[in-house]
Structure formats: structure tokens, C-alpha cells
């Protein structure tokens, strides 16, 4: 192919993504929208609830979901809960709970997620282990570290990675013509100094969980450019703003929260999550 050619073909490509981009951003209709994932996207512990949810999802009507739909007036099915790992995206969670996947139908259009951190209770286990290894030591050391090593990357990396690629698949699968994106998780600890008790982690072990952290967000990112999926970053956008700062800098809340599920993002977070996705994505607000 000329040069000449290759440059009209170029400009023709980029013209029409250009112009399918605006026509699904400013539709005439509203945008159907559908959330899934787990309690980082449920926004688990923020009252009030949503309603008609299930329980034992504590699904939030200040979820990053809901906070999304009443920007950009799309409507809105909402299947995040509270404790959901990937095998929930195709087998019900508990009584009443359906898999997730159910809530896409033909005509979906955008699905948002977090998912991940809850297989192989990785996200539990990491906190409640450094917890109850920092009390040997009365917050000091590393004593975590010292005690797993390189155990919980090494499972994030072996089982959730090839889980979160699975579940991404069954998405695309059933909703093949669906925006999809996936969002990593709001930064938990401060860079290197820690506020123990508050957040009952030893100060050495404070960059081992920002790294075992990091490893599971880079498991998501992986996952997404694995298949397809647009991967919302937001771990430099929540610097600073972990749950060892003060109520209204935080958007994650500590182990003794207000208004949040322990150790899970507040309002504010979830407000931010919705901010970073409209953004990202390029989504029209209403």
C-alpha cells in the first residue's frame, strides 16, 4: 500500500471509531448499563441501601454504579455484592442470589466491575494475618513479612490472575458488543508510614500490603488487556487519600469505619471510582 493510501485508510479507521465513539456517548437513549463485581463495587456498609437489593449483598444506593447512572441518566441493573469471588459470576452466592452474569442481557451496553480480591480470600486473609502478626510486636517490624514472604502475591498470581481472565471472558461472552471495565482498588495504606493501630498493620509491614496490593491490581490490569477490557487505574488518584487519613480526605475507611464496611471505600471513594470511570471511558454526562 502507498503512502498516500495508508494515510486516507488511517484517516478513515479513526473516523469512524471517532463517530461510533460520540453516537454511544450521546445516544437518544439512555445508555443500559449493568454493575457487577464485589463489595469494592457494591460499596458494602454505605447507607443507605439500594433499594430492592438483597441483604447479604449490602449493596449501596451510593455505590460508584448508581453514582454513574445518575450522571449520565443511564439505566441501571445492578448485580454487585458484598462478598462475591469470580465463580459467583456463574453460580448463585447464596438463597436469592443469582449469578451475576443473568443481570447482562442482549442489548447491555456498559458494564462496570471489581472482582478478584475476594477469591482465595486473598483480600481478607492478607489483613487479618498482618493484623494478628503485628500484635506480636506491638505494630513494630515486619513480622508479616517475615512470616509469608512471598505467599500471598504468589497466589494472586497462580489462581486469581487465570480466575479474573476467566470471569472478564464470560462477560465479553455475554455481551459481546458491551463496553466492559474493570476497576483496580482504592489504595488502603499510605506509601511507607502507617497509623497503627487505627489501621492495625506493624510499620515495616506497611510496603509488603502496599505490595501485595499492587500485585492484585496488576493482575486486573493484566486480565483486562488480556481480553479486551478497559482497566480503570485508580491507585494514583487515591494517594493520599487511604484509610490512615482523616474522615473527608479518606475514601477508604479503617478498621473501625463510619458509614463503610471495614477496610472498604466510603462515599467519597465510590464517588471518586464513578468520576474516574466517566471520565475514562468518556461517558456524556446527563
Not at 109 to 132: H, P, R
Not at 226 to 244: E, F, N, P, Q, R
Not at 247 to 258: H, N, S
Amino acid at each position: 500500500m502507498g503512502a498516500r493510501r495508508a494515510v486516507v485508510a488511517a484517516a478513515a479507521v479513526i473516523g469512524l471509531f471517532l463517530v461510533g465513539t460520540v453516537a454511544w456517548a450521546n445516544q437518544a437513549q439512555p445508555l443500559r448499563y449493568v454493575n457487577l463485581g464485589d463489595s469494592y463495587s457494591s460499596g458494602a456498609g454505605i447507607q443507605p441501601a439500594a433499594p430492592g437489593s438483597a441483604p447479604a449483598c449490602s449493596q449501596s444506593q451510593l455505590n460508584w454504579a448508581h453514582d454513574i447512572a445518575a450522571d449520565t441518566g443511564a439505566t441501571l441493573r445492578d448485580a454487585s455484592c458484598s462478598g462475591a469471588d469470580t465463580q459467583d459470576f456463574r453460580t448463585s452466592q447464596s438463597v436469592g442470589v443469582p449469578p451475576q452474569l443473568d443481570a447482562i442481557a442482549s442489548d447491555t451496553q456498559l458494564i462496570t466491575l471489581t472482582i478478584g480480591g475476594n477469591d482465595n480470600n486473598v483480600f481478607v486473609s492478607t489483613i487479618q494475618k498482618c493484623a494478628t502478626a503485628a500484635l506480636t510486636t506491638a505494630g513494630q517490624g515486619n513480622p508479616c513479612q517475615r512470616t509469608y514472604g512471598s505467599s500471598f502475591v504468589d497466589t494472586i498470581n497462580t489462581s486469581n490472575y487465570p480466575n479474573i481472565v476467566r470471569a472478564l471472558q464470560d462477560v465479553k461472552k455475554k455481551a459481546p458488543k458491551a463496553r466492559v471495565a474493570i476497576s483496580g482498588y482504592l489504595r488502603i495504606l499510605p506509601a511507607e508510614k502507617g497509623c497503627y493501630p487505627i489501621m492495625p498493620v506493624a510499620a515495616g509491614d506497611v510496603p509488603y500490603l502496599n505490595g501485595i496490593q499492587g500485585a492484585l491490581n496488576d493482575a486486573v490490569k493484566r486480565a483486562a488487556a488480556k481480553t479486551g477490557v478497559t482497566y480503570l487505574d485508580v491507585t494514583a488518584i487515591s494517594t493520599g487519600h487511604d484509610a490512615c487519613q482523616l474522615p473527608g480526605v479518606r475514601w477508604v475507611e479503617p478498621v473501625v469505619p463510619v458509614n463503610a464496611a471495614p477496610v472498604h471505600p466510603n462515599a467519597i471513594g465510590e464517588r471518586e471510582m464513578a468520576n474516574n470511570a466517566i471520565a475514562k471511558l468518556g461517558l456524556a454526562r446527563a
